[in-house]
């Protein structure tokens, strides 16, 4: 039965961005890229696999020295933190300092290893780790654009990789996720339930 929407509910003015006004979870993942003079780390929490098959997406801004990397260099990688690097996570997005690169300011401090065929760095000990192709770029969401890539190569952690007959919930509790609450919290997920799908679903 369709009923109508509670006066409780508080409206929000869209003449303004309502992200600030409430939580939202997100994944995180730190983007790395090539730049002139060494390279370029910059966490993200607008990522999304691009559907099912081998794509991956991240919101971005032409202002953004990784939006400008990825279109001269075509290439990306991507990596997701564990969450006991929370904080250097978030010294990758220090800002830049006129005349003095972000490698040497920030990156070249940072734990870090090279990818295997893309030119760019992961954050050293990330639990997942993709190398990326630029697949194209869609402009014109406000002052931002969705990033999108093909996924060259896909490394996983040993304890983070799914098999079978494993109880899943004992994986995650010992070995959390990183979630980013936005804007500006962060979680540890480590208990988590069978989602309830319905009899008969298929993706």
């Known amino acids: ?3 109508s929407l509670s006066k409780n509910w508080v409206s929000l003015d869209t003449a303004q961005p309502v992200w600030k006004r ?3 979870v997100a994944p995180l993942a730190v983007i790395g890229t090539r730049e002139a003079g060494g390279y370029d780390l910059a966490p993200k929490h607008m ?3 691009m559907g099912f098959d081998n794509y991956f997406g991240f919101v971005c801004t032409p202002s953004h020295g990784t939006y400008r990397n990825i279109e001269e260099y075509g290439e990306f990688t991507v990596s997701f933190p564990r969450p006991d690097q929370t904080l250097i996570t978030s010294l990758s997005a220090s800002p830049r300092h006129p005349g003095i690169s972000k490698a040497d ?3 070249n401090s940072l734990p870090t290893c090279r990818a295997t065929e893309v030119d760019a760095l992961f954050l050293e000990q990330s639990y997942l780790m993709f190398e990326c192709r630029h697949f ?3 402009d014109g969401f406000g002052r931002n654009s969705l990033i999108t890539g093909s996924i060259l190569h896909a490394f996983v952690e ?3 990789l799914r098999v079978s007959e494993q109880d899943e919930q004992q994986m995650l509790y010992k070995n959390p996720l990183l979630a980013y609450v936005a804007e500006g919290r962060f979680a540890r997920v480590a208990e988590t339930y069978h989602f309830p799908f319905p009899k ?3 993706r």
């Open 1 to 3: 039965m369709v009923q």
């Open 22 to 24: 409430f939580f939202m």
């Open 47 to 49: 990522i999304t696999p």
């Open 105 to 107: 300011q920030v990156i």
């Open 136 to 138: 194209k770029t869609i």
């Open 158 to 160: 040993p304890d983070y």
């Open 200 to 202: 008969g679903f298929k």
